[in-house]
């Protein structure tokens, strides 16, 4: 078993356990922000508007789910690419601790209205800092575990391991420069157009290095090992992955096409953003190649179908993507609720099924159990993958409905519709989605029950299935 | 061995990253500065005005409101002149937002009058009946102007210490409103948007009675918030028993006027929909 095998598994327990409490947290936001939408009379002011609601939704969604299931995962696969225990326990020990009390901070302070206003780097200050020691901390371990390892060869997982370490900490550190005026208030340290062009290439790479290159560190590792089989192409994963690192930092700009930022850098941003459907779909092939003769197993093996649909799901993100970056079409449905469907396409359809996947199959390594219900995972799985695409669909139609309604003219040139006879289409919509929110909840606390009954109430695992 | 062979990759990752971030981030720099780009007329924030965009960004405004228009005639003709780089060098951090729940703000200053902005603050729904802007009514408590001077230095703004003076008994929902006033005025664009109405004004429903009903309907999701459902208004002067030409309060009501705070609804109703309520305005009395 893992642990007699030295590995320090301890804290990888902990931060999957914390990350999906603050996963729980962020559906259930969710879904009570999308309600006010439709019902404005569930704001409660001043604390629980949906203005103050809706950072602690992204934040504890992107930081607390995401990054904090990454730090498990990558603490677990790093121990094992390099066959060489974690060079400090005790600090990932600190770091778990730290990880939470930020968190925990970050909905505090932004519930009370310090807020920086910068999507994804709205904590103020203090907090941020405390962010930049935990990613410090992070790092070191994980740089250190590597460079003593007893494997030579650093298989891709760790490339993206690796990238998303220094990726994540320049982004951080040049968006978050402030001027503060006191210990709850700053500045940006960058004015107007400046700013803005600085934040989509943060938020844009946040994207990039958080929800992209942490979970395709995932897949590559927990693919071959929910099937059996090697991935298909090392060398076509390598190729993606210098593309894909390279590419993305050009197209952060396509979040702000139209507006005051050069042209040029908007013109970068949407010829990279096409391009990058090249490295993204270079691992999306890599995943289906990899299946070759073992399609059976998304009927047999609930870990595969997690996993392939995820992969399926980026893809599509992908390609989407792209489309949105074009000028012709972002002027039609930028600002509009079609980006956040595209958005949760990829964050419940690629991102969490490939930590869905991920955690079921380590809990059930690192305790020594067996899953404690296949048919509550095949349960989870569907109500997560019908809640994700009731939700992203409804989200698409709603836009295209408001863009054709604000853009429709009269033969005159006048408009044909006021903003307010654009918004009050988009009610049915927005209820829609709240069903689709409270659908995707259910999976998730499926999911929950199944987890914690494995850790409580599973069967050992049969000796010829452990290591 | 393997050390170096990872030190070595870590730093050509780096390299990778930075190209892209160098050419498209660090750059633009010296381009969006550029001082061709300045407008001698945009001014800073006054205490107040800063005041009030600090309780914007606190209540998350910019998560349903964008601030830029595009140059793109269902911007344009919905919220005014396209935004200019210019505009935004007093901005930190800037907040141009990424969706529209609500309509874009980059150009609010000046729409409507103060009154319309405090009564729609503290209970949006009661002027823009199916509106799901949360309620600020709780925005009514005095403004802590304790940080204000530090702040308008951090910033390095201009200040007289009549202009904090003038913080001193206010609300942070008068803060708010004399921000939202500024936003987009600091060029003249109202004034050369604002509609020309040429040739002789000639009412189509002259004493056609069959329009009343739209008429009415039309007043009440437009004007109704401002002028009282009974017509005997509020924010807006009364409208009983108007007694003007029919030509004149189509121009009111089709170009607005500014001076008295009354806004242009020519863009959202059209003319034909301008003249029905005019006719609304005009019959009721007899009928």
């Keep these: 078993m893992d642990q007699q095998q030295g590995y320090a598994d301890d804290v990888v327990k902990g931060f999957i356990l914390w990350s999906m409490v603050w996963g729980l947290v962020t559906v259930l936001i969710g879904v009570l922000i999308s309600l006010q939408l439709v019902y404005p009379q569930l704001n409660l002011p001043p604390f629980l508007t949906y203005g103050r609601l809706r950072p602690v939704h992204t934040n504890a969604g992107i930081f607390g789910w995401g990054i904090g299931s990454f730090m498990a995962f990558f603490f677990y696969i790093t121990q094992r690419l390099t066959k060489t225990r974690l060079w400090s326990p005790g600090l990932a020990r600190v770091q778990l601790w730290l990880f939470n009390v930020i968190i925990a901070l970050a909905a505090v302070t932004l519930l009370a209205g310090m807020n920086r206003s910068k999507e994804y780097a709205e904590l103020e200050w203090p907090v941020a800092l405390l962010v930049v020691v935990l990613w410090v901390i992070f790092s070191v371990n994980i740089i250190m575990t590597i460079a003593k390892r007893k494997e030579e060869q650093m298989y891709i997982s760790l490339w993206y391991i690796l990238a998303t370490l220094v990726g994540v900490a320049v982004l951080y550190l040049v968006n978050n420069v402030s001027i503060p005026v006191s210990l709850f208030k700053s500045y940006s340290a960058y004015a107007g157009a400046n700013d803005a062009n600085v934040q989509w290439w943060y938020g844009h790479n946040a994207v990039a290095m958080v929800l992209t290159t942490p979970p395709l560190a995932l897949f590559y590792y927990y693919l071959p090992k929910s099937t059996g089989v090697p991935i298909y192409s090392h060398r076509m994963g390598v190729i993606a992955f210098w593309s894909l690192i390279f590419m993305y930092l050009w197209t952060g700009a396509h979040h702000l096409l139209w507006t005051p930022v050069p042209d040029w850098v908007q013109t970068l941003a949407m010829g990279f953003s096409v391009m990058l459907i090249a490295p993204s779909w270079a691992s999306v092939f890599n995943g289906y190649f990899s299946m070759e003769g073992q399609w059976n197993q998304m009927r047999d093996n609930y870990l595969v179908k997690f996993l392939i649909f995820a992969i399926t799901f980026y893809g599509l993100q992908t390609l989407q993507g792209p489309s949105q970056a074009v000028r012709t079409f972002s002027a039609f449905i930028h600002y509009t609720d079609w980006v956040p469907g595209h958005v949760h396409m990829g964050t419940l359809g690629w991102v969490s099924l490939v930590i869905f996947a991920g955690i079921y199959y380590t809990i059930p390594k690192l305790y020594g159990r067996e899953i404690y219900s296949v048919g509550l995972a095949n349960l989870h799985f569907w109500l997560a993958v019908t809640g994700q695409i009731i939700f992203s669909i409804t989200m698409w139609v709603a836009g295209v409905q408001q863009a054709s309604m604000l853009h429709a003219s009269n033969p005159d040139g006048s408009l044909h519709y006021s903003f307010m006879e654009t918004l009050i289409e988009l009610y049915p919509y927005w209820t829609w989605r709240s069903i689709a929110g409270i659908i995707y909840l259910a999976s998730l606390l499926v999911f929950l029950y199944n987890i914690v009954k494995t850790i409580s109430a599973g069967k050992a695992q049969p000796a010829e299935q452990k290591a | ?287």
């Design chain 2, 1 to 287: 061995m393997t050390e170096r062979k990872m030190v070595v990759f870590l730093i050509a990752a780096t390299c990778v990253f930075l190209v892209g971030t160098i050419v498209t981030m660090v750059v633009p720099f010296k381009s969006i500065n550029d001082p061709k780009l300045k407008i001698a007329t945009v001014k800073p924030y006054t205490p107040l005005q800063l005041e009030g965009r600090d309780i914007y960004i606190r209540e998350g405004c910019n998560n349903c409101h964008t601030q830029t228009v595009r140059p793109l005639l269902a911007d344009t003709e919905r919220y005014g002149e396209y935004s200019k780089t210019g505009e935004f060098v007093y901005d930190q951090p800037f907040l141009w937002g990424s969706r529209r729940t609500g309509p874009d703000l980059a150009r609010i200053g000046g729409k409507y009058p103060d009154a319309w902005h405090e009564k729609h603050m503290k209970d949006p729904q009661s002027m823009v009946p199916r509106s799901n802007m949360p309620k600020y009514a709780f925005l009514t408590h005095p403004l802590d102007t304790s940080l204000t001077e530090k702040k308008m230095k951090t910033l390095g703004f201009p200040y007289t210490q009549a202009d904090l003076a003038a913080c001193q008994g206010k609300t942070e929902l008068d803060a708010m409103v004399a921000y939202l006033q500024k936003l987009g005025t600091d060029i003249p664009w109202r004034e050369a948007a604002k509609t020309q109405l040429v040739g002789e004004l000639k009412n189509p429903f002259l004493d056609n009675v069959t329009v009343l009903p739209e008429g009415k309907k039309i007043y009440d999701a437009n004007c109704a918030q401002c002028h009282g459902a009974d017509l005997k208004g509020g924010v807006g002067p009364s409208l009983v028993d108007i007694d003007k030409p029919d030509a004149d309060i189509f121009t009111t009501v089709y170009a607005g006027r500014q001076a008295t705070g009354m806004p242009a609804f020519g863009d959202t109703l059209g003319k034909e929909r301008t003249w029905k309520v005019v006719t609304f305005l005009k019959l009721r009395q007899r009928h």
